[in-house]
């Protein structure tokens, strides 16, 4: 398995839906801000995998809202799995395996669950 | 069905109401998302809890302890991950008075409530424990006898030697 497909099913093991941004450069345009908080540019290039990291923080800020300082938390936080994750990274983010998880699992948004009346 | 801890805050709180536990007479639950990460306690008493963004919190009177915890997907199972258990300095006259009118101490009655969302919760839920090995002040015992006492899985971790930025 290549590292890019091994790092696609990462995300996709934890539910990272894949924007297929493609060529719509107008959807990078919204989310170039994102990016460069999250990784330090404001556009990567157009295949990398982390722009659907920054679609995910994008979306799940806007239905849940949440401050700069539960953000960091969620990173340096612990997700007991024996798919492990960490943060290995301060800041920026690289394609790092276990950050990535890391990172995903912060991310993943509950708001399609419905609860049970 | 995915989700994880960020996103989860309105999942959390929907199933916090639903848990069906008779309420206590003497103290009063909490559950907050951690905002102090560094150390030191702020004015309630609550320290910094970098490794959880959830806490759930009881007050008797006034702030005495908590415990920590994250969730994540596993597939469709829904894992609560406890990081952090803790007291407040001097409390023991407190817990014991607890323990007298609840029969049990108060940190089994909290993880007893977390447990309790894996019952009005639509999908399995699994919880699973961990003794922060960094901090000094984890009691190794009062975690042990506490996540056995309440059947809750230990899980072991790796320590990174990079892992010290908090």
């Known amino acids: 398995m290549s590292r890019e ?64 300082k539960q953000f960091e938390c969620s990173l340096r936080s612990t997700y007991l799995s024996p798919m492990q994750s960490s943060r290995e990274e301060y800041g920026k983010y690289t394609k790092n395996e276990r950050t990535l998880r890391h990172f995903s699992r912060a991310l993943v948004n509950p708001w399609r669950l419905a609860v049970p009346n | 069905m995915h989700w994880s801890t960020l996103g989860a805050w309105p999942y959390l709180t929907e199933l916090f109401g639903r848990v069906t536990i008779p309420a206590l007479q003497c103290a009063a639950l909490n559950l907050e998302r951690t905002n102090k990460i560094t150390l030191g306690s702020d004015q309630r008493g609550v320290t910094g809890c970098p490794e959880a963004l959830y806490q759930l919190q009881i007050y008797m009177g006034e702030y005495a302890g908590r415990i920590g915890f994250n969730f994540h997907l596993e597939n ?26 609840y029969g049990e101490r108060p940190h089994n009655y909290l993880i007893r409530y977390l447990q309790a969302f894996g019952e009005v919760a639509p999908a399995e839920m699994l919880f699973r424990g961990w003794r922060n090995p960094k901090s000094e002040n984890a009691d190794p015992r009062f975690y042990n006898t506490l996540f056995r006492a309440e059947g809750i899985r230990q899980m072991k971790t790796i320590i990174k030697a990079n892992d010290t930025d908090y």
């Not at chain 1, 996709?12 to 924007?19: A, F």
């Not at chain 1, 995998?49 to 809202?65: H, K, P």
């Not at chain 2, 609560?80 to 007298?100: C, L």
């Open chain 2, 76 to 101: 469709n199972t829904q894992i609560i991950s406890i990081t952090n258990v803790q007291g407040v300095p001097g409390a023991k006259q407190m817990y014991d008075q607890f323990e007298e009118e």
């Open chain 1, 5 to 68: 497909n091994r790092l696609q099913q990462i995300l996709t093991e934890e539910g990272i839906p894949d924007t297929h941004f493609g060529s719509q450069l107008e959807l990078w345009e919204d989310l170039s801000n994102t990016s460069e908080k999250l990784f330090g540019y404001p556009y990567l290039k157009q295949d990398d995998l982390r722009w659907n990291l920054a679609a995910e923080y994008q979306r799940v800020f806007d239905i849940v809202g949440f401050s700069g």
